[in-house]
């Protein structure tokens, strides 16, 4: 006989359980036991208790609302998916559950059996998917730690030894340190990539599932908002992994240097038109080359693969309507690149650490990203035999800007 799936309902309205009730025993097969949880209090301390596979969380809780609730429950400990009930179907909405810790959310009284399934459904699988995340990190952290205890002891009896071993045990302590800083590493790739997939993994789920909803003509600017919201998750995905992809082709020395000879103020020029129409609103490029040369002779794939990045950061820390400086330079003895923003800068504590791989600025928590790029442009330009350096004041902008030796 097949488990039944346990349902907490939290809404404070007896009307809207006995509705819920109603809906889910519609559910082919009604595989669903479903209580009922009318206040937040009653609700958290039955969610310690994880005696429920789901919680389906009104938006409306009397003094309280769902979203704290289900925050509240996530700082707890609580790994449950939850789906947040709201009375409307908005964008706004619909970020603040995916932050809070939802897996998904339903507008009371539009939702059928079927959507309700499935919701449940999906919530279920997509919280086992991020459980065994969590899982293989903690597995891994376990192992690395096993591995540094034993790597301790060796340090530990070596200590006994005579001073000839003194090189050997140098070694070890490096090994031992490195092994710390790839386990450091490794822990947060896990956690930024759990956090990274599943906010647009989310969003895409939400938008397919609300496109079906609109089936008249009036309802195409809708539809085509959901598209939209799918399309730009898709390519925040296809950004995260490329990052991710770089940096593990870097680390195994897959990269290579291959200069060639071109025009540098053309294939700028190129760049910049291809990253204007792919920046914000009322965003505008300036471009410009200063010097009589313009051939160079660089490696063109990594450079194109510097400036689309240093171009995309300009535009994503700052507002609509800003300007972004692109400007090349080549004198006698280097080549230049700069990339000026006007953007919100880089917090004088943080610029230390700028180029350390998933480091992410204070100011930048809300805005979407692995910090893995910076990381990547610095690796790419020492491949390149060049210098990274930059300038930035908070609430004024940065320039980036890149030297190599002028060898022609």
């Known amino acids: 006989m097949p488990h039944k799936i346990k349902v907490l309902l939290v809404d404070d309205d007896e009307d809207d359980f006995i509705i819920t009730r109603d809906i889910m025993e519609d559910i082919p097969g009604r595989n669903y036991n479903l209580d009922w949880s009318s206040s937040f209090t009653n609700a958290l301390e039955q969610i310690k208790q994880d005696k429920h596979d789901i919680y389906l969380v009104d938006y409306h809780l009397g003094a309280h609302n769902g979203l704290e609730l289900i925050t509240k429950a996530v700082e707890e400990g609580s790994m449950a998916p939850f789906i947040l009930l709201t009375g409307q179907s908005d964008l706004e909405t619909d970020e603040k559950a995916m932050r809070a810790g939802a897996l998904d959310y339903l507008v009371k009284g539009t939702f059928n059996p079927f959507d309700l399934e499935r919701a449940i459904r999906y919530s279920i699988e997509h919280a086992k998917s991020l459980a065994e995340i969590q899982k293989l990190n903690t597995e891994l952290e376990q192992r690395v730690q096993e591995r540094t205890q034993e790597l301790a002891e060796a340090i530990r009896k070596l200590e006994h030894t005579n ?70 998750s898709v390519s925040n995905l296809t950004t995260i992994l490329n990052d991710f992809l770089s940096i593990s082709r870097i680390e195994e020395g897959k990269i290579y240097n291959v200069p060639t000879s071109f025009d540098l103020a053309a294939f700028a020029a190129e760049v910049a038109d291809e990253m204007q129409s792919q920046i914000k609103l009322g965003q505008q490029i300036h471009y410009k080359h200063l010097g009589e040369q313009v051939t160079v002779n660089l490696d063109k794939q990594l450079l194109k693969n510097i400036c689309l990045n240093l171009l995309s950061n300009a535009s994503k820390y700052s507002g609509e309507g800003k300007n972004i400086y692109f400007t090349t330079e080549i004198s ?35 805005i979407q990203g692995t910090g893995l790029g910076l990381n990547i442009v610095k690796k790419y330009v020492e491949i390149m035999k060049g210098t990274l350096q930059f300038e930035s004041e908070p609430e004024k902008g940065t320039t980036f ?8």
């Open 163 to 232: 001073r000839s071993l003194f090189e050997a045990q140098q070694k070890i302590r490096k090994a031992l340190q490195k092994e710390k800083e790839l386990n450091e590493l490794k822990s947060r790739f896990v956690t930024i990539a759990s956090h990274e997939f599943r906010t647009p993994l989310s969003t895409v789920l939400s938008s397919a599932s609300l496109i079906g909803k609109y089936k008249d003509t009036e309802d195409d600017e809708k539809r085509q908002k959901h598209v939209e919201r799918i399309k730009s």
């Open 332 to 366: 006698p003895d280097k080549i230049q690149l700069m990339v000026q923003d006007e953007g919100i800068g880089i917090p004088k504590a943080d610029q230390e650490h700028l180029f350390t791989p998933f480091f992410r600025a204070h100011n930048v928590t809300n």
């Open 401 to 408: 800007i890149i030297t190599f030796p002028n060898k022609a």
